[in-house]
């Protein structure tokens, strides 16, 4: 498949290039400043309008959204950069959207979690993200929520399920976010990621 | 009528508690902090989840809501705020919602207009609030977006049109708000509110 990565530099964005590109995929990496990632590079500035975004985007048969702005921009990067990205997707027939979001974005009452109240802006920018993909995108879109992302060394398994808050190792996110992509049972899903004991690829059957 | 004013103690909220008395409505205020203003007092924390807010509120026939975080708190009171107060707004049955926005907040093709540049963040905040009152809430809405905001006295007029990005009197914003809250023809409009020459009467009764 050709996949655009938006946010290709990040923790987790550059880990998916790695195994999209070791899995076969034809990998068009983007970042506001381009660096030696995937097979293509895009300089894309996620202020830009989406009809701008669309005209710079390449066509592709999906997208993954890794972007972050660290708690720097989530107005800008985090909540409006990446609905622009959607509509961009849609406006050029780019129908796949994996998204990289966080655990619980769209289940309010977790947000009590001291892990959530601590960056509940970050959570709140991710929300509505989540919301727009879900209810007004009109993607075929795939919602992986993480919980606290580390750089642990990757694992290979994970649980999908409502569970304590726990923390995720970046490669096994990656891991993730790079087998859902090329799952169409994952279509219209938002997999809760958990720290567990299944392989990933079994659980991801599952679902 | 009963109308509760969220953000009483704001520039335009004291304003519009005002006008809304004068003209024999009974105002319950909400602020974070009450202060002596309207026919009651309510403290309301944004912060709240939106069931929360649905028990807090009392009942009414509207809600008009004037809060703002002065850009210190734009994700947790501009954006997430207000929409959890539409929320509580259709739990409770209270249909009538007048929304005090920012001039083309609706209007992306204005945004590079160096005034709306400068506070960016704030106008991705009320964009997606805005959307989501027009698009998602369920509510009788009025959005009124005025220009700039000047400490400045009455004018009376205004222009409702969309032309250049002018001030407006904060007394007149109060004074759009309070007719526009009594207008049934206001009712799912976007206001664009500027500097002019209109009685403030006739524009609201032409529109």
Redesign the interface.
């Known amino acids: 498949m050709r996949i655009i990565v938006i946010g290709a530099s990040g923790r987790v964005g550059q880990d998916v290039v790695k195994d999209l590109q070791a899995n076969g995929d034809h990998v068009i990496a983007t970042s506001r400043h381009p660096q030696n990632l995937g097979d293509e590079q895009i300089a894309l500035d996620l202020h830009e ?1 989406a009809g701008e975004l669309a005209k710079q985007l390449p066509d592709a048969d999906a997208i993954v959204f890794t972007a972050g702005s660290g708690g720097r921009d ?3 990067t985090d ?2 950069g990446a609905i622009k990205t959607m509509q961009a997707a849609k406006q050029k027939g780019i129908s796949r959207y994996v998204m990289l979001s966080a655990a619980y974005a769209t289940d ?1 009452s977790q ?1 009590q979690t001291p892990a959530i109240q601590s960056i ?2 970050y959570y ?2 991710k ?2 993200a989540d919301l727009y993909l879900i ?2 995108s009109g993607l075929n879109y795939t919602i992986v929520q993480p919980g606290t992302l580390t750089e642990t060394p990757a694992t290979g398994k994970a649980t999908f399920a409502d569970k304590q808050f726990t923390d995720n190792a970046i490669p096994d996110v990656a891991d993730v976010i790079t087998q859902a992509t090329h799952a169409n049972n994952t279509i219209g899903k938002v997999i809760l990621m958990h720290g567990g004991d299944t392989p990933i690829k079994d659980a991801i059957a599952a679902l």
Chains 1, 2 share one sequence.
């Open positions: 309008e989530l107005m800008g909540l409006d309010r947000w509940r802006d709140i920018a929300h509505y209810n007004e």
